[in-house]
């Protein structure tokens, strides 16, 4: 005997399946991608608010703009790092 799966035969209508039930699995992992995400474009814009700031400010030059926003980014990723 064959273990296969039998398969209906091709005259035979085809029945309507019903939907899947809704995986709420699904919706609550969207909160944790929305967050990352904000977090993400949060430090972005510390760190482009900061060289910008600095550039104003009157710094030498761009390389000594980007080491300040890479000391705010630095500071704003451990602040979302340790507010739990």
Known sequence: MSRRKKTAP???PDVAREPA???HANESAGIPA???LIDVLLLAA?????????????????GVS????QI???I???VL????
């Open 66 to 69: 980007f080491g300040i926003g």
């Open 46 to 62: 510390v760190f482009g608010a900061a060289v910008g700031i600095a550039e104003l400010a009157g710094a030498a030059n761009l």
């Open 21 to 23: 039930p809704p995986d």
């Open 10 to 12: 091709a005259s035979a």
């Open 72 to 74: 705010a980014f630095a």
């Open 81 to 84: 790092l340790t507010r739990g």
């Open 34 to 36: 929305r967050r990352i």
């Open 76 to 78: 704003a990723l451990t």
